[in-house]
């Protein structure tokens, strides 16, 4: 992971991020200074960021949001203070209303990045300064640390591109935290017909099958938020197994790159998981990202242990070649 490490000092008032890239400086000053590339990494997992405006001169602003899985959106702001291309600039970082003003009754703060050339690459060093122990101790306690670390920690894909980030390596699996689960899989198509096959059951029917000697008995989506699904599997004869299936909600949809559903095993009092997909497009190749949320850590173990990556990259195989048909 880029973060090699992170400290508080409450009595310089400060929060040092230290992160390593291998990339030239001039790489990584553009993935923070273009907030097209800027956002794909600057809100922690489930929070991407979108930046609404963005004048990257002394004196001007930024305005940005991060939205969670159940829409609700989180607002802030930054003004630049100094820029120093491409080693080092600084801002105001405050919270803020839709508008984009600073909301006076939360800690505002001063960022400052610094990128030094390396002989790996480039060292990030993001320090933010407190006006105050209160100013710091609240903010940590709002899972800032945390979060600085999940979201720096997705550079390295912005970086490399997409394609020498995930192609070739099938399905992966990465365990984020006790209930956070984010699954990737490069495929190759279009983001639209990607998109497309997890919204379409006519699409959903030919792919979405899991190992083989099974078949899709049941596709029912509703994709438009508040409607409903529900899948079901059953054994082709001579493969042993029980028929089951899943059925949920759609929370949110921003076609064609973000759709979150809950998750749950039909017929049974388990409780539902939180699945959040996310399509990003380069290079004619689509990277799924799936953020799963669990109710607790023997949940998420005990998914897992089913043997579900392997299922899923089976599933995956078979949807790029259902795109190349299409």
Not at 122 to 130: A, E, H, S
Not at 255 to 270: F, L
Not at 286 to 299: F, K, R, S, V
């Amino acid at each position: 992971m880029p973060v090699t490490d992170v400290t508080t000092d409450p009595e310089a008032l400060t929060m040092t991020l230290t992160a390593e890239f291998a990339a030239p400086v001039d790489r990584v000053w553009d993935a923070f200074t273009d907030p097209r590339q800027l956002e794909r990494f600057w809100g922690p997992p489930g929070w991407p960021a979108t930046f609404t405006s963005f004048d990257f001169t002394p004196g001007g602003r930024a305005v940005y949001h991060l939205t969670s899985p159940r829409g609700e959106k989180a607002y802030g702001s930054w003004e630049f203070l100094s820029l120093a291309e491409p080693r080092s600039f600084e801002v105001i970082d405050a919270f803020a209303d839709e508008t984009g003003t600073p909301n006076p009754d939360l800690p505002a703060s001063r960022m400052e990045f610094s990128f030094t050339g390396t002989p790996q690459g480039t060292q990030l060093r993001n320090v933010t300064y407190f006006t105050s122990a209160e100013a710091l101790e609240q903010v940590v306690g709002m899972g800032m640390v945390e979060g600085a670390t999940m979201a720096v920690n997705q550079l390295d894909r912005v970086l490399e591109g997409l394609r020498a980030y995930a192609a070739g390596k099938g399905t992966q699996t990465e365990i984020l935290d006790d209930t956070h689960v984010r699954i990737t899989r490069l495929i190759e198509g279009p983001i639209d017909l990607v998109w497309r096959a997890h919204q379409e059951p006519e699409l959903l029917e030919k792919w979405m099958l899991g190992p083989d000697g099974w078949r899709m008995s049941v596709c029912e989506v509703d994709p438009s938020v508040g409607g409903r699904y529900r899948y079901e599997w059953e054994p082709i004869e001579g493969t042993e197994g029980e028929r089951f299936g899943f059925d949920g909600e759609t929370l949110l949809s921003e076609a064609p790159r973000r759709a979150v559903t809950t998750e749950h095993m039909t017929g049974t009092d388990y409780p539902s998981t939180l699945n959040d997909l996310n399509l990003e497009e380069e290079d004619g190749a689509t990277l799924i990202t799936l953020l799963i949320e669990y109710p607790d850590m023997q949940t998420r173990d005990m998914v897992l242990a089913t043997g579900m990556t392997d299922g899923m990259e089976t599933s995956y195989a078979r949807l790029e070649g259902v795109l190349a048909s299409v």
